[in-house]
């Protein structure tokens, strides 16, 4: 029984569920070092509010050039010269002089600054300009945002986690509702529609900003198993499956994505 417990415990299986509990125990130990630091930060600012006299205008001025869009700007700068590995509520804080408990009054935690930060590249784009119909003009958005995404790889790869929230993200997605009602698409279908569109450029931005060289070893990996005919059904669509250029493939798929919204209602609503 003794060797049996230790076989068990030494097994594969229990090896993952080892694993497992670890990084759900730093997930849950990086989640209450989050939250322990935005509640302090916040405690910190309410102090600093009420301290009289000169020491309390003397914080007032220091803190007033600090503000969301001032750390998503450091944050961007960061990124743009040392990586998005390297940015990180410590190394914003230095940027601004100040401590890192004054970015949680601000920013909530990492992935809401990934957040910002996508937002932000979504508040560069032209959303007026362009020619053609309705369509054209939606995969020429989507276009643009995806370009965008790439310019930032490592930023593009975090965009399904990391949802952007404000202005700039809330513009586009407003400009393609816009478009989605002048090609009569009920408002139902549009609303979820945008939802479907904006995590198709996400994903393919990410898929597109991975390595490479990764991405070749995975494809000879993927053709080797496919020649042991254990596939047949793929085999027989190897050569499709693989064809077509990155711009061609996601044109093919937003216009396979338009015309689903305008035949499939939503449950509910339609």
Avoid: C
């Avoid at 996508?118 to 560069?124: E, H, I």
């Avoid at 990391?162 to 139902?188: K, N, W």
């Avoid at 597109?208 to 047949?232: C, I, K, W």
């Avoid at 669509?237 to 493939?249: C, I, K, N, Q, Y």
Wanted: charged letters at 25%; glycine letters at 8%.
């Amino acid at each position: 029984m003794a060797n049996g417990r230790n076989d068990w415990r030494s097994g594969p299986e229990a090896a993952q569920l080892r694993r497992e509990f670890r990084e759900e125990a730093i997930k849950l130990r990086e989640d209450m070092r989050d939250e322990f630091q935005r509640k302090f930060a916040e405690q910190m600012a309410m102090m600093q509010a009420q301290q009289p006299g000169p020491q309390r205008g003397h914080h007032r001025g220091r803190r007033a050039s600090l503000s969301k869009d001032a750390i998503v700007e450091t944050a961007m700068k960061i990124m743009r010269t040392k990586g998005l590995d390297k940015v990180t509520m410590r190394s914003i804080a230095h940027e601004l002089n100040t401590g890192p408990a004054s970015i949680y009054v601000h920013v909530r935690s990492v992935v809401q600054l990934h957040g910002f930060m996508l937002d932000a590249l979504y508040a560069t784009l032209d959303l007026d300009g362009g020619d053609g119909d309705w369509a054209t003009r939606i995969k020429r958005l989507i276009g643009d945002a995806m370009a965008v995404l790439l310019q930032h790889p490592e930023l593009a790869r975090s965009a399904i986690a990391a949802r952007p929230i404000g202005d700039g993200s809330l513009r586009f997605a407003d400009r393609m509702l816009e478009l989605l009602a002048e090609g009569g698409v009920a408002p139902a279908r549009a609303a979820w529609g945008v939802d479907l569109l904006l995590l198709y450029a996400t994903s393919l931005a990410a898929e597109l900003a991975s390595d490479e060289a990764d991405d070749n070893a995975t494809l000879m990996v993927f053709r080797s198993q496919l020649a042991t005919g254990a596939y047949p059904h793929i085999s027989a669509v190897e050569d499709t499956l693989f064809a077509g250029s990155d711009a061609d493939r996601a044109n093919w798929a937003i216009d396979a994505i338009l015309a689903g919204l305008t035949r499939t209602p939503v449950p509910g609503f339609d």
